[in-house]
Nanobody, 123 residues
Framework: QVQLVESGGGLVQAGGSLRLSCAAS????????MAWYRQAPGKQRELVAA???????QYADSVKGRFTISRDNAKNTVFLQMNKLRAEDAAVYYC?????????????????WGQGTQVTVSS
């Protein structure tokens, strides 16, 4: 079983910065994609940023140039540096590990979600 634990959320003023972290633990052999999603009240969960093992990244248009995703593959950890935060960035941010292979059965892949961390932006 794999667990994802996010940290780093909180309250920040508009224009400020936050750094989110997500650590995956368990019997992990490899994780192909680690990603951040967010969900604001009354809205669908949306992709914010994703990073595949080879280093390729994908960002939502609304965060390009402000957010940066990075990974520490040796520690199965993903980060999201969020700069120039806006009121519309406020949401619960979820970490997702995609196409995770376990050491016990590397032929099978699964996806896992974290519990989420709240980001609040005051204007």
């Amino acid at each position: 079983q794999v667990q994802l634990v996010e940290s780093g959320g909180g309250l920040v003023q508009a224009g400020g910065s936050l750094r989110l972290s997500c650590a995956a633990s368990g019997t992990i052999f490899s994780i192909f994609i680690m990603a951040w999603y967010r969900q604001a009240p009354g809205k669908q969960r949306e992709l914010v940023a994703a990073m595949a093992t080879p280093g390729t990244t994908q960002y939502a248009d609304s965060v390009k140039g402000r957010f940066t995703i990075s990974r520490d593959n040796a520690k199965n950890t993903v980060f999201l540096q969020m700069n120039k935060l806006r009121a519309e960035d406020a949401a619960v941010y979820y970490c997702k590990a995609e196409r995770v292979r376990s050491r016990s059965n590397s032929l099978r892949v699964n996806d896992y979600w974290g519990q989420g961390t709240q980001v609040t932006v005051s204007s």
